[in-house]
């Protein structure tokens, strides 16, 4: 159980593109999903929160303008990188969790390269 | 600031031994802590988590403990085998927030 869908699993594109990641909840209903950004041989770093049908909430330093995210439904949370710039290119990866002190499960996040 | 240690970046072992890892912190009171496995180009597989009221949860050959004292937890690993080699991340979470500070990780190299 607890199976977290992330897609897709890496995107090539050029600098200026619009480039939309998808996370789903498979086998649970997550009222709070979270996006996360890691670089080579760093640790994960928070970008935002979002809980199911209000708006997300933003870490320090994360522009909102520039990563929207979108959390429709119970399963699904949707980011949304804007036109993306070489610097965007990272791993992102989300993580969703049902209620309370429950953990976090993650999806296998997504390789973003901006050419 | 709030701040997080993992012992050192790399731990080898050889294979059959108990693996130990550290997670230190400091300037924070988490509500629990939560361990999880990276395994390289992979998002975090959660492991265990541990609340602040407990001292020790075991899980197959994991175990982990958590000393708010000491501001701590320690992870092992007996047994180890090879498949075990990962990053392994520890995380404090809060209960207000439900976010996690996740460590940078300590890389466990289990020789046969």
């Known amino acids: 159980g607890a199976v977290v869908s992330q897609h897709p699993s890496w995107v090539i594109c050029k600098s200026g593109t619009s480039v939309k990641i998808e996370c789903r909840s498979l086998?649970?209903?997550?009222?709070?999903m979270f996006w996360y950004r890691q670089f080579p041989k760093q640790s994960l770093m928070l970008m935002a929160t979002s809980n199911e049908g209000s708006k997300a909430t933003y870490e320090q330093g994360v522009e909102k303008d520039k990563f929207l995210i979108n959390h429709a439904s119970l399963t699904l949370s949707t980011l949304t990188v804007t036109s993306a710039h070489p610097e965007d290119s990272s791993f992102y990866i989300c993580?969703?969790?049902?209620?309370?002190?429950?953990?976090?499960?993650f999806g296998d996040g997504t390789r973003l390269s901006i050419l | 600031s709030q701040k997080i240690e993992q012992n050192s970046e790399a731990l080898n072992i050889q294979e059959g031994k108990t693996a130990t890892l550290t997670c230190n912190y400091t300037n924070y009171s988490p509500a629990y802590l939560q361990w999880y496995r990276q395994d390289p180009g992979r998002g975090p597989v959660f492991l265990l988590l541990?609340?602040?009221?407990?001292k020790e949860k075991r899980k197959e050959r994991l175990k982990v403990t958590f000393d708010t004292t000491l501001k701590q937890s320690l992870f092992h690993i007996t047994a180890s085998q090879p498949a075990d080699s990962a990053t392994y991340l520890c995380a404090l979470g809060s209960s207000n927030t439900g976010k996690l500070i996740f460590g940078q990780g300590t890389t466990l190299q289990v020789k046969p």
């Open positions: 993580s969703a969790r049902w209620t309370g002190t429950q953990p976090q499960h």
């Open positions: 086998d649970f209903q997550a009222t709070t």
């Open positions: 541990i609340r602040e009221n407990e």
